[in-house]
């Protein structure tokens, strides 16, 4: 089973507003990652955890928060969000060390208003 | 140096054709080099990946050749298909722990009948 899935898929919230995304694999993989997407750009990366501690975060603003409750889940809480915020979120999981391929969730589609 | 830089932008493929994206790195240290393929509305999913230590790698129509001297790699896609019409990412990471992957600027495919 190589999937990793996100909910929900679309999402639309005011600026005001406190949402959740959310990521699930059942891979064994101890490496999770958000990512954020444009329109004809490529993914742009977050956050990563690795063995359920953050490990990278791209100077990303406190408005998005992680969290990694365990080594299957995955916790996006976006709090008073922008309109630029708008854009494809996607979660990613790998093993870690010895392999590097990631494999990605189909995304949420979020729209900031 | 830690850009990777990808060609065409996009591309147009007659149905039977071949089709030929072109990547090139400067971080020597990348060791991983996969290929990820993009459908709109959905997440990458990897379509195939090389190691420095081979100049080629072939998974049905879709070859990647790797010339590690010019520090550039390619994608090709034999008998291009109109459902290989999507976006084409390649990425670059260097092995280790929850290694963060380079991703190149992205390649639109089209394939006509």
């Known amino acids: 089973d190589t999937e990793v899935t996100q909910t929900p898929k679309h999402l639309v919230m005011g600026m005001t507003n406190k949402k959740s995304l959310k990521c699930e694999q059942h891979?064994?993989?101890?490496?999770m990652y958000w990512y954020k997407q444009k329109a004809k750009k490529p993914p742009e990366l977050m956050f990563v955890?690795?063995?359920?501690?953050?490990?990278i975060n791209e100077s990303v603003p406190s408005r998005f928060s992680p969290e990694c409750p365990n080594s299957s889940l995955l916790n996006l809480h976006l709090h008073a969000l922008q309109p630029e915020d708008s854009a494809l979120y996607l979660c990613?999981?790998?093993?870690?060390?010895?392999?590097?391929?990631?494999?990605f969730g189909p995304g949420t589609r979020l729209l900031v208003l | 140096q830690q850009q990777v830089k990808q060609s065409p932008q996009s591309l147009i493929v007659q149905k039977g054709g071949i089709s030929i994206i072109n990547c090139a790195y400067e971080n020597t240290a990348f060791d991983y080099f996969p290929w990820y393929q993009q459908f709109p509305g959905k997440g990458p999913a990897l379509l195939i990946a090389i190691r420095p230590d081979v100049s080629e790698k072939k998974e049905g129509r879709f070859t990647i050749s790797f010339n590690k001297s010019a520090k550039q790699f390619s994608l090709h896609i034999m008998d291009s298909q109109p459902g290989d019409s999507a976006t084409y990412f390649c990425?670059?990471?260097?092995?280790?722990?929850?290694?963060?992957?380079?991703f190149g600027t992205g390649t639109r495919l089209q394939v006509t009948l």
């Open positions: 990425a670059a990471s260097i092995t280790g722990t929850a290694s963060k992957l380079t």
């Open positions: 891979m064994g993989h101890r490496a």
């Open positions: 955890y690795s063995y359920e501690k953050l490990s």
């Open positions: 990613a999981s790998s093993q870690v060390i010895l392999q590097e391929t990631q494999y």
